[in-house]
T-cell receptor, first 115, second 116 residues
């Protein structure tokens, strides 16, 4: 069965420092991969997605992610973190189920930014 | 542009009471619709999804049910709430994808449900 692992539950970085959030997936076919961000008490906002093609994808808010098939990973990166990036980040893999397009999410990584 | 609405934003209900959460989407037709629950400190669990009016797929056995009476309306219900039903409920929509393809989901603002 498909699964998504986000090994870091909490991460703290200083403002201006670089960031990498890890995501590993388990899926039998070519995955559709997503990163979402959730601010406290809010819904989820799509940061970026990978469907095919270039394995380095650019997203909103200066985020990027790299798909590495050999490592089954889709890590999220940002060169310089801003205090407003503090939020919870979810990695997800999309499943093809006869049009249902279901997502399996990781348990999330809570990002704290120190000023 | 498309927008997704959920209400109420917060809800406090006693154990054993009924529940009805509503989700509506504007600006698109024939969307796929989804209900997720997010328990404290955990990821998102898919509860139901729908590919059309009256078509509901349940992902986990539970105390909840879903209905889709109109193309862009998705309702989450319960006849008798349990303490374990507390959580943050998120509705999402996606464009219906061609076979073999996948489209991203767009999420509503969520409903915080507390069962006491």
């Amino acid at each position: 069965a498909q699964s998504v692992t986000q090994p870091d539950i909490h991460i703290t970085v200083s403002e201006g420092a670089s960031l990498e959030l890890r995501c590993n997936y388990s899926y039998g076919a070519t995955p559709y991969l997503f990163w979402y961000v959730q601010s406290p008490g809010q819904g989820l906002q799509l940061l970026l997605k990978y469907f095919s093609g270039d394995t380095l994808v650019q997203g909103i808010k200066g985020f990027e992610a790299e798909f590495k098939r050999s490592q089954s990973s889709f890590n999220l990166r940002k060169p310089s973190v801003h205090w407003s990036d503090a939020a919870e980040y979810f990695c997800a893999v999309g499943l093809l189920t006869g049009g249902g397009n279901k997502l399996t999410f990781g348990t999330g990584t809570q990002l704290k930014v120190e000023l | 542009s498309q927008t997704i609405h959920q209400w109420p934003a917060t809800l406090v209900q006693p154990v054993g009471s009924p529940l009805s959460l509503e989700c509506t989407v504007e600006g698109t037709s024939n969307p796929n619709l989804y209900w997720y629950r997010q328990a404290a400190g955990r990821g998102l669990q898919l509860l139901f999804y729908s590919v059309g009016i009256g078509q509901i797929s349940s992902e986990v056995p539970q105390n909840l049910s879903a209905s889709r009476p109109q193309d862009r309306q998705f309702i989450l219900s319960s006849k008798k709430l349990l303490l374990s039903d507390s959580g943050f409920y998120l509705c999402a929509w996606s464009i219906r994808a061609d076979p073999g393809h996948h489209n991203e989901q767009f999420f509503g603002p969520g409903t915080r449900l507390t069962v006491l």
